[in-house]
């Protein structure tokens, strides 16, 4: 059982490598109909549009066949190429488990396809502009220097490519998920998944901490907002009455790196929420051709035009313009946050409570500033799970002592202030039921989750058309690739 644990997370960790770099693997998927078809292997009866073409013509190193999906033979080194490019440790993986792992990704995938389920094509090829923009960035290549590394004639065909890895990869996602959207734990499964674990056998949970921050934030002046605003009111009156172009401001002036040198371009779609919640109802309040007034987010003041509306999905650009802090501002947060510091430590009051009183942080401001782990939800963090950049700063704590005010940026790129504190700690000890149930329950559940999995592979790979080649049919499958 716990064997199953530790191979659940082995997967689940492989996949996020797999996915972060998508890019760097140019894996294939072609018609079936093109299969090489030399010694059939057993199969049950297929679904008739699962059975490839019986006048096939032979294509050089096909690995395997998976429904409507081939895997070749230079995906596997491929695979573990990009395993290493993503710094994960490939020597303790075989190329039979990569090859596990891709047959299981184009299964999901194939009956993903089956099922019907749905992908956007405008966000695939998002996914793909993005992923090439890093990858350029990142690498220092220019464009004909990375087509000429993966071979690529032109840029159109090596595009088109990654976007039929890009949404094969998000079928699998979407076919996994639904296999396992409804799976839930009972309280009686979790006693049931804890009881029959033998004593010796009992996870170990490491030491686990609790923090508490309080944040001071620089205040931004009204007549800074106002001018941000009056610039934008000018953006808009601008191309409205002079005819000046939108796309053109949004690359001199908007302050959104991700969107500026595309002339603040994004396409929205309302089944698919990525933006803020102010800016999508913003944005889907438009008509074509419409520019909005300017307003408000967390990460600063906006207007929209809305380009083109199909259906469900909106072409829209929009600039981004941050209100500055003043040098005053910044000194003032840092000076208010340090006296709320000395109130504590001279026990004036408890960091709970100044926590509560004095916090800009909103999210954590009324639990007293106790930090919420995002895994777990909780409020424990593992120490040696914890965010490298937390770590770092509570790491020569001692419990409830009060750090220095620390200045840190967060992730809109503003300046903000905040003390911490390890306000508990729960050293490494055995899985106790009662202390640990949430662990515990999630380890259930994991389980549960495995075993659904297994179940729904058992049964589709009777009901698909595989075929594996070669020298992959020696290895140790966990499931009946080969249908003996």
């Known amino acids: 059982m716990l064997l199953k644990i530790n191979n659940l997370k082995f997967i689940n960790n492989l996949k996020s490598v797999l996915v972060i770099g998508t890019f760097l693997f140019l894996g294939n998927l072609i018609p079936a109909q093109e299969i090489l078809n030399d010694q059939a292997t057993k199969t049950a009866p297929a679904k008739k549009d699962s059975i490839p073409n019986q006048n096939a013509k032979k294509v050089d190193g096909v690995a395997a066949v998976v429904g409507d999906y081939i895997i070749l033979d230079s995906d596997i080194p491929k695979n573990r190429l990009q395993l290493e490019a993503g710094g994960y440790d490939s020597k303790d993986i075989t190329d039979c488990e990569l090859f596990g792992k891709l047959l299981e990704d184009k299964l999901y995938a194939h009956w993903a396809i089956q099922d019907s389920i749905q992908v956007s094509d405008a966000e695939i090829r998002r996914n793909v502009d993005y992923q090439i923009e890093q990858f350029l960035a990142q690498s220092g290549k220019s464009m004909p220097e990375l087509l000429a590394f993966y071979k690529k004639d032109d840029e159109k065909s090596f595009r088109d490519e990654m976007f039929e890895i890009n949404k094969s990869n998000e079928l699998a996602k979407k076919m996994q998920a639904k296999i396992i959207e409804n799976v839930e734990v009972t309280p009686e499964e979790v006693r049931a998944f804890f009881d029959k674990i033998p004593k010796e056998e009992r996870p170990t949970f490491g030491t686990e901490l609790k923090v508490a921050q309080i944040v001071a934030e620089p205040k931004v002046t009204e007549e800074e907002k106002q001018r941000v605003i009056n610039r934008l009111k000018e953006f808009k009156a601008d191309i409205l009455e002079n005819g000046a172009s939108f796309r053109s401001k949004a690359i001199l002036y908007s302050e959104d790196p991700g969107s500026a040198s595309k002339g603040g371009k994004y396409t929205l779609n309302r089944k698919q929420p990525r933006m803020v919640k102010e800016f999508r109802q913003v944005a889907f309040s438009l008509q074509e051709g419409e520019i909005s007034e300017p307003f408000e987010t967390e990460f600063g003041y906006h207007i929209i035009q809305c380009d083109k509306i199909r259906g469900q999905e909106y072409d829209i650009a929009h600039i981004l313009l941050s209100p500055k802090v003043s040098v005053e501002a910044i000194k003032e947060a840092k000076e208010r946050l340090e006296k709320v510091r000395q109130r504590i430590i001279n026990g004036e009051i408890s960091f709970a409570d100044a926590a509560r009183e004095a916090s800009d942080e909103k999210e ?47 992730r809109t790129g503003k300046t903000k202030f905040k003390i911490l504190m390890v306000t508990d700690r729960i050293d490494q000890h055995e899985a106790d039921y009662a202390r640990d149930y949430l662990k515990i329950k999630q380890l259930a559940l994991d389980e549960k989750k495995i075993n659904t999995i297994a179940k729904w592979q058992e049964d589709k790979i009777f009901d698909t058309y595989i075929k594996v080649s070669g020298s992959f049919r020696d290895c140790k499958f966990s499931s009946n690739w080969l249908k003996k």
Request: no cysteine; glycine share 4%.
């Open 364 to 410: 954590t401001r009324n639990d007293g500033g106790q930090l919420i782990n995002p895994t777990t939800q909780d409020y424990n963090f593992e120490l040696t799970r914890m965010d490298p950049e937390l770590y770092a700063q509570i790491q020569n704590l001692k419990d409830k002592e009060v750090s220095l005010v620390l200045k840190e940026e967060d």
